[in-house]
């Protein structure tokens, strides 16, 4: 490969007696590893609520975190960013919790919550009413180009891309649904899957 990510054709042809009787072409997209492991973006302190085995993600990108046990533990640690990764009412943080990120976040604190659907529901009833686990969550949409969370990446790298394995991989684990509002700002969707039966025709957006 000439660079560590690069496009190209996959040309099939089916020949019979020397001429091509039927043909396909595909443009696809090879990456190294190398280009999925980019230098770190993120400065400053980054303290990590880890319920969901996140810690090993940011290692592999290089990204320095500090572990904490709890989300009030967290949120008394001073950091430039909290992340909060597999965040659960029912097992392993409570209502009160939730209200303290809400409150840090008014206040100008940066929260990223990672895996946390019911939680984020619970901090922001008004603009998040629920979410979907389609069973195939393999393509999604950017739905702000020039946002910087997708710097490095096209539009379709975000679908129908292979990780050697027989299962299809998934560029996202469930979808939020969301009340459109100036204060919501959708960064990239998801479309599940719809018909058009008899003319007219349903389809469920989230984020």
């Avoid at 810690?55 to 990204?63: A, C, G, M, N, P």
């Avoid at 009340?179 to 919501?184: A, D, F, I, K, L």
Wanted: overall charge neutral; proline content about 4%; aromatic content about 8%.
């Amino acid at each position: 490969m000439p660079e560590n990510k690069t496009g190209f054709n996959l040309i099939l042809k089916l020949t019979q007696y020397g001429k091509t009787i039927s043909g396909n072409q595909y443009q696809l997209l090879a990456a190294t590893r190398e280009w999925s492991q980019p230098a770190p973006v993120i400065k400053g302190e980054i303290v990590l609520v880890d319920f969901e085995n996140m810690k090993e993600v940011f290692d592999s990108l290089q990204i320095t975190t500090t572990v904490s046990s709890s989300v009030s533990d967290a949120l008394k640690t001073k950091a430039d960013l909290y992340l909060f990764a597999g965040l659960d009412q029912t097992k392993n943080c409570t209502t009160e919790e939730i209200k303290q990120i809400r409150e840090f976040v008014a206040k100008g604190g940066k929260v990223f919550l990672i895996d946390s659907e019911g939680a984020a529901k619970e901090m922001y009833p008004k603009y998040i009413r629920g979410w979907i686990v389609p069973t195939k969550g393999d393509i999604v949409n950017m739905e702000i180009l020039e946002s910087p969370l997708f710097d490095g990446i096209e539009p379709m790298d975000l679908r129908y891309f292979s990780n050697n394995q027989r299962e299809i991989p998934t560029v996202r684990r469930a979808a939020l649904t969301t009340t459109r509002n100036p204060n919501v700002e959708e960064q990239a969707a998801h479309i599940k899957i719809h018909v058009y039966i008899n003319g007219t025709w349903r389809a469920v957006r989230s984020i």
